[in-house]
Every structure is written in C-alpha cells, then in structure tokens.
C-alpha cells in the first residue's frame, strides 16, 4: 500500500481528508473517493449523499492520460496540499486540494486541481502539465493541427444507464428559424455494448430512474465548433464514462511554467427532470457566482437599428448617445453600453481604429468620454463599451475605465485558435476585473462560429450576449418573438438564464415582410427578456410615446423585483415555444416555496385558458400576485404541480409572483388534526 500525505480540513459541510492511500471529499451533497496507484489518483466512488446513491468502480489506475496521449507511468506523488480559496474573488469559497506529480519516463510535472464547494452537487478537476528535463519521450500526435484525445477524467458508470448528452450552438446570427434549435440533447436508452463516442457535446451524463451523474468539459466548445483541442466523452460498459480533451497540445507545453487545461465537473443527483436541471444551475451559481447588485442590470446597446455597419457606427457618436442617456433614464434603463463605432469616425466602414488605437476618436467626441460621462452621472445612467476582445489591450481597457467610468465591457471578434491565445485574452480580461475592484464584467459574444468562450468557460468574468436581432437587416437576424424566446427557453434548461442577456427589440421597425413582431406588443417583447438580462439592443430614442407607455410599468415591475430573480434559479416550463405554444418560465427562490411565472400564450395559440406545470411545488393552494396590477388570488395547485392559468387574448402574458407558504401551513394543520 502506497500511503499519501494526511490530511483534514474542513470549509462548512465540505471536507477533505486522506487515510492511507485513499482520497476523500465530500460537499456534503456529494462525496468522492479516490485511490493512489502510483501511477495517479484513480475514482473508486462517487456518491449521492441524499440517497446514498453510489457509482464504484476498482478496476483503473488513473483517471487520466497524459498530454500526449498515453497512459501515464511510474509517478511520484511530490506534494499534496489543500486551503481555502476563491480564485481571487472569481468564484465561490471552496477548498481547493492540488498535487503535484513527476512522471520521470515521461518527462513531465503534473498539477491536479480539485475543488470542493460546500453544499454544491458536484466537484471540480483541473489538470495542468509542465515539461521536466528533456521532452517527453513517446510524441504522439505533437503536431499543431493534433489534438489527441487524452482522457482528463473518469467516472464509474453501468451498462444499464440511460446515456444523455447535449451542448449548444454558437453563431447564433445563423440560427433565427424555428427548426435550428439553440439546444442539441440526445438520449440513448439502449443497453450499452462494448464503447459509446460522443465528440460535439459539452456534457454527457449517466441515468437511472433515480438519478444520475454528469461530466461536464468547462471549455469553449459548442455543438458546432469544437475549438482547441476539447476531445469528447466516451462511454464504456466496463470502465465508466470518460471526459477527453486537455485543452493543450504537447507542443504547447513549456518548462516555465504550468499551462492549465480545460477543467471537469462531476454532477450528481438524486431525481428525474427537475433534480437534473437544478444539479446543472445550481453549480453553475458555485463555479460562477452572481452579485444580484452588480449584476442585474437593465441594459441597452447603441448597435441593433442600424441597416448596416456604417449606420450603426454613426448611433454611436456622441449626440446619439447623448440622446440616447435622455431615454434610457426616462424608462428607467441602468446601463447605456456604447457598440462599436466610438473608435472610428462616424459612419465609418470599419471597426478597426487607426494610429490613434482604442480611444474615443475625436471626430465623434471632441472632448473624450467627458461631456457622455457628465451627462450619464447627472441622469443616474451607467455606461458601457463595446471592444474587439483581442485587439484592446490592457492599459486601454483601463484607460476607457479611468476616462469613462464604464461598467460593461462586451468584448467581441475574439478567435481562439490555441492555448495561448486562450490564456492571452483570459488572463487580460482577469487582470482588468482585479485592477478595477471587480467593479466591471464582461459580456461574451457567441454570435459567430469562430471559437469564441461558448457556454460554460469564463463566465466567472461576465455574462453572454447571446444574439443579434434587428428590425431588418442582415435579414438572416430579423427579430422574431417566438424563436427570441425559444432560445432563452432552451437556454433555461441547463444554463443559469441570469447570466445570458436576452434580446428586447422596437417591434414596431422590425420588417413586417419577415417577421410578425408587429402582431406582438412591445410589452411583450420586453417581457420575452425579462427572466433573463434585458438588452435593449436598439436605439431607445426611436421608442414612440405609446410605446414607452407600455414599457415603463413593466421595467418598473421588473426593478422591484430582479434582486429576489436573481437569487433564484430560472426553469423553463409549458412547451417549447415555437408561435403556437403556451410557454414560459419559473424562478424559484432557493430555500423558499416563493418565486416568480413569467407565462406566455403564443400568437397563434387558440386555448385562452391552460394548465402548466411548475417545478418544485407539492398539490395545495398557493398565492398569485399579478406583479403589473397588483391583484392576489388563490389557485390550487393540482397532482403533478399543474396550475391553471388564464391569458384572454393572443399574444398575452403574464408576469406573476407566486408564494407557497400556506402549503406549509396547511400540512402542518394537517398532522396537528391526525
């Protein structure tokens, strides 16, 4: 028996602890297990501590590969080492185990990162390899367009469970029709034989009736761009499931330092539908916290009426955005964010700034940021700016920060073609977020194919800007209501909604030749947005008075309320909207038998009164309160949580709070009278 360093630390319910040659840790929702082999740590169990469920396995000697592809050898365990962390204030308190390994044949430093969050349903691993002595000494696939898929980590599994898998698009501008879905999920039921691949998702998970467990890759890959070297899963009968894709080409190894590859999460849980959407949100909100002070703004960008580059450009010289700041405190709107366009002159056919690099240019501002600036302040506005992500440097973003004071910063054009250009504009985006207090945040760009962030990698820096949708051209992105809210509907499923900005639109410009918008009120439009993060991606001064009539009660329902929305957790419910469903979404507060309906009776849906069902609600009465008018009544919730629910007239909605509080009386007035 190979013994390992002892250890035990504990941060609230989490804990990590050794005895012998095993490795434990443990959220205290679910707990892991693993051996030291001497060639590496091994998973023996992982299990569901609700249910004790448990997933064992004593048969591999590693859990992963090495770079370059092969099973690792010999190693010794140099040092193991565990504190409490946060990642510089980037994600949630955990403790943080790391080894170090050497693998002399191979020539090679191995860091293998494990972090615990207390009360998570799932635990995070990271590898990261640096070169020792010599290069390794077996070379596969070291080429610059190979990318071996080097296993990074491993699970128990059966030959019995269901095999689930599924990963979203990005290029979204390619995906405004209602048969191109955001969502790819595959399920395969059949009984496993011999080895299942699957190379386009970003997570694939093992089920049973009563519950399940997940690996998820924490890189950029999306179902349509695989992007650097992120592998795949592979499911085998007789050793588990397994996570392939270091993230890292042995040629991009060094013997500097360190290079990180893309990181793993192990999810568990105990349930069917439900349980597995919540095990996915719920820690996305550990890996990616969420300030609702900070982080639940209102916001309109400058770029989305333009009918072309040079249009838009010219919406973002200084007498439109001072325009602009009018309106924008006059509904009610907190962020103005500045699209590209400050950087040229107005008009201009490029985004691409000259000598003068990423500074306001003074033929659209004379006097800098400062008359914009001014104005936001006395208008209670905060600003924002739009940048190419990898051409903007350092001491320019902070350079705007100290001229403009802005806040979001959504950084686009970004093509990340390797590790180094990965680690570049991460580490740049990292140092600006400290430097600024982590008073800013960053809005990711997934419009286009290029290998951007995806979903579910750096989004401990910001949120994702999800589309574009505009009133007529490119007419590829013409706004349509029903696919707007199909793709934040399907982005509810597994992605935490809080942290995706929705598309709101002047459905009275949009092209009636392509869209039925005008058949839409703008209170609906806005609506469609508003369990998400609203983006006004329009000019807000174009707005008629009608118009803002219907808006400004809306946004004010919204303010009341987007910090309780932000602590909870959004689920999509009804059917998939698709212009003829009755749809919508349900925040529920953690903890609480309180939350928010946000419900939506399509165009051209005939059923003026429906029943849908909610999530995480036992049968008993609950309370409705009407969150634009103000009314309350009372609704029994049926057998399988459905409600029953009433729009007279499509398309309607309804913005609702609902609280579940006397269920709890009711059940204990019960057992009092038994």
Known sequence: MMEVPRLDASLGTARVRTRDDRLFVSTGQVARSWQWTGAGFATREVRELTA???????????DWQLPQGG????????????????????????????????????????????????????????????????????????????????RVDRVPGGTAAVRRFFGYYNATQQRNDTHLDLLKEAVNAYPL?????????????????????????ESHKCVNQSGHATGGFVCDAASGLACTGWGLLPNELSDAEFTKGWATWCLVWNGAEFERQTAFKTFERFRFPVDPARDSSLQANTWGNGDCGEASRRAAAEASVLRELEICAELGIDTLQIDDGW??????????????????????????????????????????????????????????????????????????????DIDELMGKVRAFISWSGHRVRVNWDVTENAPRCGYFFGREYGSLYLENRKPAYPPGVVYRPHTVLRDLWQAARYLDLRQIQGTIQNVDLVDRARSDAHLHSQAYAVAIALMSLPLFFLETK??????????????NAYRQHREALSRGLVYPIGSQPNNHSWTGFQCRCAGERRGYLLVFRELHNACARHSVRLYGLPPGRIRLTDLLDGSRRDVMLREHGRIPLRIPQAPGFLFLGYDGAEQKQEAARARREA
């Open 193 to 217: 034989r011999g080895r299942e691949w699957c190379d386009w998702a970003s997570v694939a998970c093992l089920e049973a009736a009563a519950g399940g467990i997940a690996l998820v890759k």
């Open 542 to 555: 174009l707005y008629s008075a009608a118009a803002k009539a219907q808006i400004k009660p809306l946004l």
């Open 52 to 62: 004790n469920r448990r997933w064992q396995d004593t048969a591999g000697r590693c």
């Open 343 to 420: 950087q040229v002159p107005p008009g201009h056919a490029s985004w691409q700034p000259g000598e003068g690099g990423w500074q306001p240019h003074p033929a659209g501002y004379p006097q800098g940021w400062s008359r914009v600036r001014r104005r936001a302040a006395e208008l209670g506005v905060n600003l924002g700016l739009w940048a190419a992500a990898q051409h903007i440097t350092l001491r320019e973003l902070q350079a705007s920060r100290e001229a403009g004071g802005f806040r979001q910063y959504k950084l686009d054009y970004a093509h990340l073609k390797s590790r180094r």
């Open 71 to 150: 099973e690792p050898s010999a190693g010794r365990l140099l040092s193991l080492a565990v504190d409490a962390a946060c990642d510089e204030g980037f994600t949630s308190e955990h403790l943080c185990l790391t080894a170090e390994l050497l693998y002399p044949q191979d020539g090679l430093l191995l860091r293998w990162i494990v972090w615990v969050y207390p009360g998570a349903p799932g635990v995070r691993t990271q590898l990261a390899a640096r070169l020792a002595g010599s290069r390794p000494a077996r070379q596969a696939g070291t080429g610059p367009k190979a990318a071996p898929d080097a």
